[in-house]
């Protein structure tokens, strides 16, 4: 624990100290320039990998950020006569303001169309600039006199350290941040926003939280990009930049605060790179060396394609021959950028922390961080009293795709307590049912009761909120996230704290109380040994059980399980008969979807079936399975005698004699 910290923390803090005293060493104006870039580009790169790490959207828009900070900085200054803080603090403020404004049609959309809207954004934005001239000055620029901070004048080693100590509070909040509830919520809705909104964290309010929150670094380090440069030209906030700082966030590591510093000081250093011969191919030659070591690593390790292994070896190389051909690097610019932003896409996805990361961890042995014990069971799923009452009612219940009646008419009462058997033939409209039900579907018509009170209809998350939680046929687990964090992400009754207290880190009971409680879920479904392991990288039946230990998080009154079993073998649907009953045993109603016909007469109390949309029988699981109507549906039109068959692992065999 002491060496982790030691060796973690030991290391930021050399590298802050080292930071600050080279101006005292270091006399020089260039050097003092350049840090004093790399600081603000480090906070606007953290900012920008909030959406691009985090979020894992592409976000054309940090650069239009930047862009609006300075002038909000620079014009408040020259019309107000605002002081320093506060005029940062209003560069920061718009630019939360036109984040979260921009963030409510541009986060419903995903992927390329997320891109396109924050790419129309940028280009409105630099028109902006340039054509309110009575504002801006338009293409003339903009002078901006470096206003007082708290009545001192700050020269340029002042005004360094102004943007050093922000950067540090920059990244202690950020690190508190993402670390916390919010972290875990952000990459949770980039692995799978359905699961997201079923599990009561809302996929709309974290995304739009994120992308504001990253707008305002952005808008932050323009105030302080326009007192550093004290004049101001709309073209600089263009795509160029863009593109330069897409590459120092995916070049330095995505999801890693080391990761935008590393990325911000390629984005200061690489423009004087460009600048001289010898540099520039002294740099080509070593991004050449990297792409052949981290392609060779791939390829012997087999962990890459050879495609993955061999472009970017080839672009580098590119860039390397180019180097020699080319008498002005500069003029080339853009296009080194972007075959540097691919070789960086393909070949080293995880950007050069993620790449030393892993060796550095081995190479001094940090151990991960040590995790509390988990408590008996009753501590963390307190017994609900359970009545036997209706708890869940479906009215006329329809859901029709176009002209396909998947739902077709369901009037079904689940009573609290039960471990209520919905099983059918493939297609007959379960997953659909319990997908109407969840609010992942609307319905057509039909009315839900939950605790007599109607259900919101066609929303996940507000159905969440009422105590429902499922499970997926298909599962959909957060699939970078370890075991631990998917059950703690979804963990109900641990409320996210106050926004200030979780940056100032405040909140460590909370976390550490969350981290009790989901080990506690995940030992009860077997994964205890497993926690630290991302869900991706789990046996599937782990990852089924996962999926349940999440649901649990939630401490729902009806818990859901669509299909549990499917693809598990033997061994695993006997454990998982045991934890369904121990579910049970906490007083948790369970709707069971199922079609391993023995699953369901060892744990239900009732069955329904249906066919077609439609309910063709219900009853206990032994006098369902000889109905006629369920064989009839089972065999698909032959009918033989009632009690001559019965249905076996979703199959009619015969009664044995
Ligand atoms: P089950 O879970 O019982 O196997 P489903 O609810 O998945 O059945 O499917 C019921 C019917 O609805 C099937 O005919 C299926 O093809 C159709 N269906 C399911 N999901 C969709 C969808 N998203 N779009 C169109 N048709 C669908
Ligand atoms: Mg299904």
């Known amino acids: 624990m002491l060496k982790r910290l030691f060796l973690i923390l030991g290391v930021e803090a050399l590298l802050l100290v080292v930071l600050a005293v080279i101006p005292l060493t270091v006399n020089n104006s260039f050097v003092l320039g350049l840090l004093t870039l790399l600081a603000i580009y480090g906070i606007l790169l953290i900012g920008l990998d909030i959406t691009v790490g985090y ?54 959309l995903e992927g390329p169309q997320f891109a396109l809207s924050t790419l129309s954004f940028m280009a409105l934005t630099t028109t902006a600039l340039n054509e309110w001239e009575s504002l801006t000055g338009g293409a003339q620029g903009l002078q901006v006199p470096r206003p007082p901070l708290f009545g001192v004048m700050l020269g340029p080693k002042g005004f360094y350290w102004l943007c050093l100590i922000l950067l540090v509070f920059v990244w202690i909040a950020m690190r508190n941040l993402l670390s916390s509830q919010w972290g875990r919520a952000f990459e949770a809705l980039r692995d799978s ?118 472009a970017p070896v080839v672009a580098m190389g590119m860039l390397v021959v180019g180097g020699i051909f080319t008498s002005n690097t500069e003029d080339w610019r853009k296009a080194i950028f972007a075959l540097m932003l691919f070789a960086v896409m393909v070949g080293l996805p995880e950007g050069l922390m993620g790449f030393a990361a892993s060796f550095l961890t081995r190479l001094f042995r ?72 969840s609010g992942l579907y609307a319905p057509t018509s039909g009315g839900i009761l939950l605790h007599g009170k109607p259900l919101a209809k066609g929303s996940l998350f507000k159905v969440a909120q009422r105590g429902l939680s499922r499970t997926f046929q298909n599962l959909q687990l957060f699939s970078e996230l370890s075991a631990l964090d998917n059950v703690m992400v979804a963990m109900k009754g641990i409320y996210r704290s106050p926004l200030p ?61 669509d299909e549990p079993a499917a693809g ?29 016909m023995d699953v369901v007469s060892e744990l239900c109390n009732i069955v329904t079936v249906l066919d077609h949309g439609k309910i063709i029988a219900e009853g206990e699981p032994g006098e369902v399975k ?8 089972y065999l698909g039109g032959t009918v033989e005698p009632a009690g001559q068959q019965y249905i076996e692992q979703g199959n009619i065999v015969p009664v044995p004699a």
């Open 626 to 633: 000889r109905h006629p109507k369920v064989i009839e549906a």
């Open 193 to 310: 926003p359905i699961a997201t909104d079923a599990m009561g964290i809302g996929t709309l309010r974290n995304k739009a939280a994120a992308f504001t929150l990253g707008s305002g670094l952005g808008g932050l380090a323009g105030g302080l990009y326009a007192f550093n440069f004290q004049y101001l030209q709309p073209q600089v906030f263009v795509y160029d930049l863009m593109v330069i700082l897409l590459l120092g966030v995916v070049l330095g590591g995505r999801k890693s605060l080391w990761g935008a510093f590393v990325g911000a000081t390629i984005v200061v250093l690489l423009p004087n790179l460009l600048s001289s011969r010898i540099l520039f191919q002294a740099f080509s030659g070593l991004g050449f060396l990297l792409a052949l070591t981290a392609g060779i690593r791939g390829f012997v390790t087999k962990t890459t394609r050879p495609f993955q292994a061999v």
């Open 366 to 437: 940090i151990p991960p961080p040590e995790l509390p014990e988990p408590v008996p069971l009753d501590e963390v799923l307190v017994k609900k009293v359970t009545d036997g009452g209706p708890l869940l009612e479906l009215l006329d219940l329809k859901h029709y795709f176009g002209g396909v009646r998947a739902v077709d008419g369901v009037t079904l009462t689940i009573s609290s307590g039960a471990i209520h058997g919905l099983i059918g033939p493939n297609g007959s409209g379960k997953s659909t049912l319990v997908n109407v039900i």
């Open 55 to 108: 979020l894992g959207q592409v976000n054309l828009a940090q650069a239009a950020f930047l862009g609006l900070g300075a002038y909000t900085a620079a014009l408040t200054v020259t019309r107000f006569g605002f002081g320093m803080p506060a005029a940062l603090i209003a560069a920061a403020a718009v630019g939360c303001l036109f984040g979260g404004a921009l963030s409510f049609p541009a986060l419903r």
């Open 501 to 561: 207290l979780v940056l100032l880190g405040l909140t460590r009971k909370n976390e550490r109380r969350a981290q009790i409680d989901a080990l506690t879920l995940l030992k009860m479904v077997g994964l205890m040994d497993d926690c630290r392991v991302p869900a991706k990288d789990l046996p599937y039946g782990a990852q089924r059980f996962l999926e349940i230990a999440r649901a649990l998080a939630r401490r729902p009154d009806l818990l859901i399980l």
């Open 568 to 596: 598990l073998a033997q061994p695993d649907i006997t454990r998982l008969l045991q934890i369904i009953r121990r579910i049970h045993d906490r007083g948790i109603t369970i709707i069971l979807i199922e079609h391993h």
